[in-house]
């Protein structure tokens, strides 16, 4: 057992179709790291609780790069059922409107 919450996530659809070598080697690569940034992304949704976070305001408060894919681990924590979708609004990040997100809790 790992020291975060969640294990490394071997989930399948991580890469594009065609399958092309450098995507699927990417999607590899990734799931060491995906359960550390899921964790980080959750421990920010629940911080803001009862309030919503974006998928950008969420990877800013956890300290993710916004190079680091996040919006991706924060679809997977919504398929998960980790986090809840709410309405869309105006980001307080960037400006753009985005979906808000909760935390649902223990």
């Given at each position: 057992?790992?020291?975060?919450?969640?294990?490394?996530?071997?989930?399948?659809?991580?890469?594009?179709?065609?399958?092309w070598?450098?995507?699927?080697?990417?999607?590899?690569?990734?799931?060491?790291?995906?359960?550390?940034?899921k964790?980080?992304?959750?421990?920010?949704?629940k911080?803001?609780?009862?309030?919503?976070?974006?998928?950008?305001?969420?990877?800013?408060a956890?300290?993710?790069p916004?190079?680091?894919?996040?919006?991706?681990?924060?679809?997977?924590?919504?398929?998960?059922?980790?986090?809840t979708?709410?309405?869309?609004?105006t980001?307080?990040?960037n400006?753009?409107l985005?979906?808000?997100?909760?935390?649902?809790?223990?």
């Amino acid at each position: 057992m790992s020291d975060t919450l969640f294990d490394p996530d071997y989930r399948s659809g991580r890469h594009r179709n065609p399958d092309w070598t450098t995507s699927i080697v990417g999607a590899e690569r990734v799931s060491y790291r995906s359960g550390s940034q899921k964790e980080k992304l959750l421990k920010a949704y629940k911080d803001a609780y009862p309030a919503g976070l974006t998928d950008d305001e969420a990877a800013a408060a956890a300290g993710l790069p916004m190079t680091s894919c996040y919006w991706k681990r924060c679809g997977e924590l919504r398929q998960d059922g980790a986090i809840t979708v709410g309405e869309a609004r105006t980001s307080r990040q960037n400006g753009e409107l985005r979906i808000e997100c909760f935390y649902k809790g223990d």
